[in-house]
């Protein structure tokens, strides 16, 4: 396992009402990422960091906010969670040193719906 | 035009035999190459990453990588019925880019 820790790991909510997960790692790589997985799309990431504070938006980031104030820790905000949120949700981490270089690893995911 | 294809299968192969993925991209600057596979309801791993043309080989599996025609290719040897899952191509923009952009999968599914 990559040390990689996502939570929490299935919540159902109502929408409107704010929701954050969160990512955890223990491998202290520079890199995170949160990706959602729908039938049809693939994975589309949202958002990433590239270190503390540091961030920045992926293809599918509206209605969607991050914040990295530790290495180890990388939170996923739904503001105001909508029905189309509904999916699962990865966290990844990558080194991005050394031969393995671009390769990311995923977390265990988080299923989120919103009814 | 989706910047990372791949056909959604399934791919049907039977037990032993070679199961061939593919997987072609748009950025014809793209550097480097990811497979991952997953299984239902679990998160991708990672099989295998390759950076050059020609082969790269890791037990049963093989990538190979031709940039001129921008495709990708996975090869399973002696196909075993655990390697049924969704396979996902992976790939980077030129270097200095972060992210992964990933295809939408093929479903394999390997008959004993």
């Known amino acids: 396992d990559a040390g990689i820790t996502q939570s929490p790991r299935h919540k159902v909510t109502e929408t409107g009402t704010p929701v954050t997960l969160r990512c955890h790692q223990t491998?202290?790589?520079?890199?995170m990422y949160w990706y959602r997985q729908d039938p049809g799309h693939g994975l589309r990431l949202i958002h990433y960091?590239?270190?503390?504070?540091?961030?920045d938006k992926g293809e599918v980031s509206d209605g969607y906010s991050v914040s990295r104030s530790k290495t180890e820790d990388f939170l996923l905000t739904l503001e105001s969670a909508t029905s189309s949120q509904t999916s699962v949700y990865f966290c990844?981490?990558?080194?991005?040193?050394?031969?393995?270089?671009?390769?990311?690893?995923f977390g265990e995911g988080s299923w989120l719906t919103v009814v | 035009q989706k910047e990372v294809e791949q056909n959604s299968g399934p791919l049907s192969v039977p037990e032993g035999a070679i199961a061939s993925l593919n997987c072609t991209y748009s950025?014809?600057?793209?550097?480097?190459f990811f497979w991952y596979r997953q299984y239902s309801g679990k998160s991708p791993e990672l099989i295998m990453f390759?950076?050059?043309?020609g082969d790269k080989e890791d037990g049963r599996f093989t990538a190979q990588l031709n940039k001129a025609s921008q495709y990708v290719s996975l090869l399973i040897r002696d196909s075993q019925p655990s390697d049924s899952a969704t396979y996902l191509c992976?790939?980077?923009?030129?270097?200095?880019?972060?992210?992964?952009?990933f295809g939408t999968g093929t479903r394999l599914t390997i008959i004993p």
């Open positions: 992976a790939v980077t923009a030129p270097f200095g880019n972060e992210k992964l952009t």
């Open positions: 390759i950076y050059s043309n």
């Open positions: 950025d014809r600057g793209s550097q480097s």
């Open positions: 960091s590239y270190g503390v504070k540091d961030t």
């Open positions: 491998e202290n790589h520079r890199y």
């Open positions: 990844a981490i990558s080194p991005r040193t050394g031969n393995s270089g671009n390769t990311i690893y």
